[in-house]
């Protein structure tokens, strides 16, 4: 240990560090080091071998332990503890922390590699508009010269978002394109290509600075809260994305409708149209799994009407009624919902009679003007403003609404002088749409718990994904320059928790009238967390309202993404179950390779697609990279394209490039009028063989789509796949294991060989012969799964 000592001094001696804070003494108890210093004591605990947390508490103040974001119990680590003249060392397995005591330093390791190191630590300052030395806090960090960084929330800033200082604000930014700094989630997680995170776990507003000055330090700065971070350390970039979910929460898994498509608009302003545009879906036989109605449902205008809260009867006179023939007919209802409540609302009196909304400071309801009128604000952080809230949805959830769409949770304006149960607006803002998913989530726990909620909002932070927040890119302006924008800010948001981030798919802001983006948007669509087509209603956002060559293109698309649907949920399942994201960089597939640290322009889509948005005019052609591990098999055409190697790739029209990585096993279904009709009794399973990938795996989770926690009550099943090549025989293992609760069906599949047609000499399974057929170049080979049995595919190919 003393060896490890004396080399982690050496190699962080030529980093910055605080020569003001002096080294007193430590204790170590209960797997807490604290380390006692000139200006306050530190804080040093572990939440897993690869997870740290430090605090520092300066002297004159107490520790606040309550995190917004943090939902892991420390698990029992071993944390050991060696110090000497110079230096303390706590490690556990994976992380190591160094504290050299003179002059003082805190640096983290990761199997001996150095991670990060403070700089000078905490530090408070002097805010040079105000000269008050308590309004700017900050921690100060060294960074190598060499990483880039990412994080910080939603933005569009190009990949590596190094040099530049990011206001922590939530703030919508109407009409944005390709450049966006600050938007509706400001989340305080710094990610590395190094493969660390740190993540500042403190709700106030504030910044981050990452290396705007170019001198290699990242800086947290915030007005006031607890001066504490967590180090996040991984063995790749799944495992690194894993153990940060695993600290702030899981997504739980979304309901299986959540999936399809979403007609959804500015605004629906009557019951009429709600019911005559779903039976156009239904008509023209458009999958659609949901109708979202925007604020028409509680006014018949955009000012004046917010925080109604109830049904306009003039509009929707017979709502139940609507609901349950929407029901009937397999289409969930979806409501809008907003925390304000108007003084010229028909909820104001209430409101203000029973003191659910943030104050003044001498405790009236605080009010003011924004566009939709003058208003008070729900404060969610008061046990009144939170029951009496929630009670307004459990009535609507009772009257069969199936999900809620909460807008404006930034909250679009909330001044500084407003005062809730848990601080100042300032302390609370970023917090406060997290706070309302947060309400939601646990109000179904309590009076639906057998119902997965859909929670659909615009603004959040570190963590919302635990309590169902289904994010989305705010306003985008309807163009290609918007469009260029959705594959960063939904990657990017994926690697900090948040994978449902999507788009308006065609743009919402504006009335830039364009079939070919709109198109393309919906290819893009198909691969990407949520497909939800919205709009202004300056042009139609769903395609049984386009011309009828728009509608035939959109149709193929949407009934691609049904066809997706084993492949989407099973996404779905593993980002519940370990963090990964749906959308994931190239450079998760090679981290070594720096050329892919800026890119956007092609994507993972799971583990097993290769995708390329279309995001300009009149694209015929583009560059597509495919990454070497594996080859890569055009998904409409099988043309094989080798890993490692970039080609010019032809684009249609109908499509956007999309590949499949070899090896893979992609099962689909034919296309179903929507998620109601879902079954797997029958379905294709694709397998693409590569000879380059001699061994591979896939699975397909299934289980009846709305039950909450279904797969923690064993209500589930997982049909696992395995292909080995050896010599001249392929084998594919296909078998089924399912949950104590669950009752399995014997299964009729349809194999379906890639790369394949002119190398088959025999197929046997389970030892005996079996037919196939060759359909479009495929070999297709009917087999059954039956429950509790394995499935042996042997392949003899020449």
């Known amino acids: 240990m003393k060896k490890i000592v004396v080399l982690l001094l050496i190699s962080v001696l030529s980093f910055a560090q605080n020569a003001n804070r002096k080294f007193v003494n430590c204790t170590f108890k209960k797997n807490l080091l604290e380390i006692n210093t000139s200006d306050g004591k530190y804080h040093i605990k572990p939440y897993s071998n690869q997870i740290i947390e430090t605090s520092f508490i300066p002297t004159g103040e107490v520790f606040n332990p309550n995190s917004h974001a943090v939902v892991l119990t420390p698990e029992k680590v071993s944390l050991k503890i060696k110090q000497t003249k110079n230096a303390i060392v706590c490690s556990t397995s994976g992380i190591i922390v160094s504290i050299q005591k003179s002059p003082f330093q805190i640096s983290y390791f990761y199997k001996n590699n150095l991670l990060i190191s403070e700089k000078n630590g905490f530090v408070k300052k002097t805010n040079t508009d105000t000269k008050d030395t308590s309004a700017i806090e900050t921690l100060e960090f060294n960074l190598d010269n060499t990483e880039a960084l990412f994080g910080a929330g939603a933005r569009a800033l190009g990949m590596n ?41 403190n709700a106030p507003i504030g910044y981050l600075d990452l290396d705007s000055k170019k001198d290699n330090t990242l800086i947290y700065e915030t007005i006031s809260g607890r001066k504490t971070y967590q180090v996040i350390a991984g063995e790749s970039w799944g495992n690194l994305i894993s153990n940060y979910t695993s600290l702030s929460g899981r997504q739980p898994l979304v309901p299986r409708w959540a999936l399809g498509n979403l007609s959804s608009r500015f ?16 008509k023209d036989e458009i999958p659609v799994d949901a109708i979202i109605l925007d604020l028409y449902w509680f006014g018949k205008t955009v000012q004046g009407t917010m925080g109604n809260l109830d049904w306009d009867k003039d509009n929707f006179s017979n709502p139940k009624k609507m609901i349950a023939d929407l029901n009937t007919k397999g289409v969930k209802t979806v409501l809008i919902t907003e925390p304000f409540i108007l003084t010229t609302s028909n909820k104001w009196k209430e409101a203000v009679d029973k003191k659910v909304l943030a104050t003044d400071k001498v405790g009236n309801p605080f009010t003011y003007d924004f566009y939709f009128g003058n208003t008070g604000i729900v404060d969610l952080f008061k046990p009144e403003g939170k029951t009496w809230f929630w009670n ?7 009257q069969g609404i199936g999900g809620w769409w909460g807008d404006l949770g930034e909250p679009e304006v909330f001044p500084s002088a407003a005062l809730t149960a848990k601080g100042t607006a300032d302390e609370v803002h970023n917090i406060y749409g997290h706070s309302w998913a947060k309400m939601i989530s646990d109000g179904y726990k309590t009076d639906f718990p057998k119902t997965r909620p859909f929670i659909l909002m615009r603004a959040g932070y570190s963590g919302s994904q635990h309590y169902g927040m289904i994010p989305w890119s705010g306003d985008v302006s309807r163009t290609w320059g918007g469009l260029q924008s959705q594959p960063e800010i939904a990657l990017q948001m994926g690697m900090q928790g948040m994978s449902y981030m999507h788009s308006d798919l065609g743009g919402f802001a504006g009335d830039y009238f364009d079939n070919e983006l709109y198109i393309r948007w919906l290819q893009y669509g198909v691969f990407q967390p949520i497909y939800r087509p919205h709009a202004q209603e300056d042009v139609a956002s769903e395609p049984v309202y386009k011309d009828i060559v728009t509608k035939a293109k959109a149709k193929k698309q949407i009934e691609l993404r049904y066809q997706m649907l084993p492949y989407n949920y099973t996404l779905a399942f593993e980002n519940n179950n370990k963090g990964l994201p749906l959308m994931r960089p190239l450079f998760f597939e090679e981290p070594k390779n720096q050329k892919l640290v800026t890119t956007c322009d092609s994507y993972l889509w799971g583990n097993d697609f290769l995708v390329t948005p279309i995001t300009k005019a009149s694209v015929t052609s583009t560059s597509v990279y495919f990454p070497e591990n594996n080859n890569w098999f055009d998904f409409y055409s099988d043309t094989k394209h080798e890993g490692g190697t970039t080609a010019s790739i032809q684009v249609s029209a109908d499509n956007i490039p999309v590949f499949v990585r070899g090896g893979a096993f992609i099962p689909m279904i034919k296309t179903i009028q929507n998620t109601s009709k879902y079954s797997l009794n029958a379905f294709d399973l ?15 989770y299934n289980d009846d789509g709305t039950t909450a926690n279904a797969f923690e009550k064993g ?6 796949f395995a292909s080995s090549i050896k010599e001249k025989t392929v084998t594919l293992t296909l078998n ?63």
Do not use: C, W
């Open 267 to 282: 605004g629906y302003h009557n019951q009429d149209e709600v019911t005559k545009t779903i039976d156009k879906f239904i």
């Open 736 to 798: 089924a294991e399912t949950g104590k609760s669950y009752l399995s069906a014997d299964k009729s599949v349809s194999l379906i060989l890639h790369n394949m047609n002119d190398k088959i000499k025999s197929v046997t399974i389970n030892g005996a012969e079996s037919n196939y057929v060759i359909q479009d170049s495929k070999i297709v080979v009917p087999i059954q799964i039956v429950r509790n049995k394995t499935t042996i595919v042997s392949l003899q190919i020449q």
């Open 161 to 201: 978002r190094r040099g530049n200082r990011l206001q922590l604000y939530n703030q919508a930014d109407y009409g944005y394109e390709t450049y966006s700094k600050k938007m509706n989630f400001s989340i305080p997680l710094v990610l590395s290509s190094k493969i660390y995170a740190i993540h500042f776990d």
């Open 715 to 720: 209500e589930f099943e997982i049909l696992n």
């Open 686 to 700: 694709h397998y693409y063989f590569d000879e380059k990938t001699v061994t591979s795996n896939g699975k397909l």
């Open 392 to 398: 307004i949805y459990k009535d609507l959830i009772n």
